[in-house]
């Protein structure tokens, strides 16, 4: 199997196109949906969410996704904006490969519109001839509201679903309930997101099965350092519960270290924490000097050798360098 994979990653290789284009993500929705708000979630940047002031306008921002650029646009959603950007589509609209629609779900007065502005932007798609997945993020969908109206939650959600799709028959339409009061209810949503862009996604989640059975490990996440999930692999709902709700904490505990000297053996520099019996285990992987990944592997003994370790991260730098 091994073999297998090297000859794939070669194969790969050799395919590359040179210099590809960045893929254009593109968020919309009303204002005060909470969009720039997932995009600082992601990041990490909870310091700017309580300060944060209306987008204006459009604002992009290029960041990397397992090597490949990926071009961000967060359109504010003011109507004045709205406006204009209906009425250069060419500008606004043009090429996008993603399309992410947030909706705040509590503010239940502006469905209406919400929709409406959703029907304007597929119609924007339709003039332009693209036809871009949509993801429907149902946003604000907090933590707290689950907890304490399950059923209304639901309903509101069955409800709006079937609203928009009687309002059309657009087909790529794709959902996810998020909050930023649940990290990774946004880390999922983004990253299966992302990996569908990205054709070397089945290598990585191979080499990464692999691993885990070499190491004896329930379950592996492989994080970039936008937090987003480039792998994984869960034995069972357990363990993916387990892993993707303590990755972002991890991460954060990880930035709050970031001005404290590294250890000279740098394999010497991980986080274990114990709990349930089990073993987290969270390791920086240095692929690339300017954008660390991450290891967060979870087993119930502590062994972790180091040579397990550096063929798992050569492999991985195998395919994820360009
Ligand atoms: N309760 C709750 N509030 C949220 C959530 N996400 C964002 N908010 C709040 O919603 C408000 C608007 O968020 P923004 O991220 O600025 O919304 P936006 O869609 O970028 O708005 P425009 O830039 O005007 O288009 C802020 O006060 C956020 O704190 C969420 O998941 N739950
Ligand atoms: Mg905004």
Not at 277 to 293: A, C, E, L, M, V
Request: aromatic share 12%.
């Amino acid at each position: 199997m091994e073999k297998n994979l090297k000859q794939s990653i070669l194969y790969l290789k050799k395919e590359e196109p040179q210099v590809p284009e960045p893929s254009k993500i593109l968020f919309t929705g009303l204002d005060g949906a909470g969009k720039t708000s997932i995009i600082l979630a992601l990041q990490r940047e909870f310091s700017k969410i309580a300060i944060l002031s209306p987008t204006r306008g459009a604002q992009r921002r290029i960041f990397s996704f397992l090597g490949k650029d990926i071009s961000e646009w967060d359109l504010g959603g003011q109507i004045s904006y709205r406006i204009s950007y209906l009425k250069n589509p060419d500008k606004y609209f043009d090429g996008t490969e993603i399309a992410i629609y947030v909706i705040d779900i509590q503010n239940k007065p502006r469905i209406p519109e919400a929709i409406s502005y959703f029907k304007d932007v597929i119609e924007q798609f339709k003039k332009l001839e693209i036809e871009p997945p949509i993801y429907i993020f149902l946003h604000k969908y907090d933590p707290a509201l689950k907890r304490n109206a399950p059923n209304e939650m639901k309903n509101l959600i069955i409800d709006l679903k079937q609203t928009i799709r009687k309002a059309t028959d657009y087909k790529e339409l794709y959902y996810y309930q998020t909050s930023i009061y649940d990290l990774p209810s946004i880390i999922t949503a983004m990253s299966e997101i992302l990996l569908s862009l990205y054709p070397k996604s089945e290598l990585i989640e191979k080499t990464i099965i692999e691993f885990a059975k070499k190491v004896n490990s329930e379950g592996v996440v492989i994080i970039d350092s936008n937090s987003l999930v480039v792998g994984s692999y869960y034995q069972n709902d357990e363990t993916k519960h387990l892993l993707t709700a303590s990755t972002p904490y991890f991460l954060t505990l990880n930035d709050s270290f970031q001005y404290t000297n590294v250890l000279e053996d740098k394999f010497e520099d991980r986080m274990i924490v114990q709990r349930f019996g089990k073993n987290f285990i969270f390791k920086q992987i240095d692929i690339r000097k300017d954008s660390p990944y991450y290891l967060l592997l979870l087993k119930e003994d502590p062994v972790f050798r180091k040579e397990d370790f550096e063929s798992f991260a050569y492999l991985l730098k195998e395919i994820l360098s360009k």
